[in-house]
């Protein structure tokens, strides 16, 4: 996203909307077309642009809820550092529970995913993951032995050198190489201009007439005003965060609180991911809510004082993590494999012929929407659904842009061959569902 008055374009290392179940996203016309291999049906899902790799995480986790289909990821994103990341995410997702407890998994990642200060503890996690990240990008069969279900192999070689120096910076202990609570001081000064004298009156009018006006009302004043001032999202226990989030930086060189929502839905997910059983808490009354909204949490209770507390204990108690040199136990996982594409091919999908006819859910994020054009039609399957993130909870738009921004979606995806499904509402809706027309209705249209 484009910093105020600075003209410069850096990562969306955070989406702007839920993380999605795709296999519920998706259109049951959808559904009805999907080829199989093997007596198994098949899903190619193309998601661009993501970020932070919450619907591939989401649609893992809840696998086991849907008919036995065989998942096929492919990712693009604008920056290698956004793919690094979800590499991150999913190794920690995938870590064995005889190794590292539920508690500590979503503590982590909570901690990764959006705080610009990190424990110590946590800093050290990311320094042992990147001694076997820099071996996966480097050494094709060694990657392939420890993490089967990520293909790397389109991925190009300058790539990869860029990816194997961004884990041995990430694998740099010199917390000085990245001053990022002075990074974050100069982003936010860009961003508010004028008014970042009166921040704190920002950070209010952002928090209650945009988030929670538009749905998002269990975010609390401040957490909110702090990850606003000092990009620290989350405090989960009381430890010292002190340590710059490296997994943060970029070549350019942030009653039921959200940190409850947050770790509740990373716990449920990771719970299912290791028994493929839904998430309950024995104590506390559930209210599974509805998929679509902004977050599923119980209305009773503190995740971090039930089950997930149980479920540590019957662990063998070894947190420490297995160094490069011992060979990793991650969860294995049936049935998907997860391609890294490289950033330029964006624009080239349909040129190449494996592409072609291929996809039956492609996702796009409101950040990468610009290139959403008709060649997309031609590598998509009969019916697939598309999806494309709004900008609801946008804070820097006007609501009038928000509005706008769904017709112009809605007539960039019906130039690409793509009707929408439902009439669309700006309050409601955080993303937009279209089907692929086919040649007669394209006609018609």
């Known amino acids: 996203m484009a910093a105020a008055g600075s003209g410069e374009v850096y990562p969306t290392l955070w989406g702007f909307s839920p993380a999605l179940d795709l296999q519920m996203q998706c259109l049951q016309t959808t559904i009805q077309h999907l080829t199989t291999c093997d007596d198994v049906p098949e899903l190619n899902i193309l998601l661009v642009g993501c970020g932070d790799g919450r619907h591939l995480l989401k649609t893992i986790c809840q696998a086991r809820r849907w008919p036995q289909r065989r998942l096929n990821f492919f990712i693009i994103e604008s920056d290698l550092e956004l793919l690094a990341r979800q ?27 959006g705080n610009s200060l990190i424990r110590s503890k946590t800093t050290a996690y990311v320094q042992d993951k990147c001694e076997q990240f820099i071996k996966c990008v480097t050494d094709p069969e060694y990657q392939q032995s420890v993490l089967p279900l990520l293909d790397l192999s389109c991925i190009k070689f300058k790539e990869r050198d860029e990816l194997e120096y961004i884990f041995k910076f990430w694998r740099t202990p010199e917390p000085k190489l990245f001053p990022i609570e002075r990074y974050w001081e100069v982003k936010n000064r860009q961003f508010l201009g004028k008014r970042y004298d009166s921040r704190r009156g920002a950070y209010d009018w952002d928090l209650n007439m945009k988030l929670h006006d538009r749905g998002a009302a269990m975010i609390s004043a401040m957490e909110y005003n702090r990850w606003r001032e000092t990009g620290v999202a989350f405090m989960i226990r009381e430890g010292i965060y002190d340590v710059p989030n490296k997994t943060l930086a970029s070549h350019m060189t942030v009653t039921h609180t959200a940190q409850d929502v947050s770790q509740y839905n990373l716990t449920s997910m990771f719970h299912e991911l290791v028994t493929g059983q839904k998430y309950t808490l024995p104590t506390a009354e559930k209210n599974d809510g509805e998929e679509g909204k902004a977050c599923n949490f119980p209305s009773n ?95 820097d738009l006007h609501v009038d842009k928000v509005k706008s921004y769904v017709s112009i979606v809605t007539k960039v995806a019906k130039e690409a061959g793509f009707a929408t499904t439902e009439n669309l509402d700006w309050k409601r809706d955080h993303v937009a569902t279209f089907e692929r027309m086919d040649n007669t209705e394209n006609k018609e249209l």
Not at 92 to 110: S, T, V
Not at 303 to 331: F, L, S, W
Request: hydrophobic share 40%.
């Open 87 to 113: 590499m991150l995410f999913l190794t920690l997702a995938l870590e064995n529970p005889e190794q590292m407890g539920l508690q500590e998994k979503c503590d982590i990642f909570l901690e990764i995913f």
């Open 301 to 395: 209770g503190s995740v971090g004082q039930t089950t997930i507390r149980e479920e540590d204990e019957q662990t063998n108690g070894n947190t420490d993590h297995e160094r490069c040199d011992e060979a990793p136990n991650y969860i294995k996982i049936n049935n998907v494999i997860i391609h890294f594409l490289p950033l330029s091919w964006v624009t080239d999908l349909h040129r190449r012929s494996k592409f072609l006819s291929l996809f039956n859910i492609i996702y796009f994020s409101c950040s990468m929407v610009h290139h959403l054009t008709a060649d997309y039609r031609l590598i998509t399957a009969s019916k697939a659904t598309l999806i494309v993130e709004l900008t609801k909870f946008m804070v």
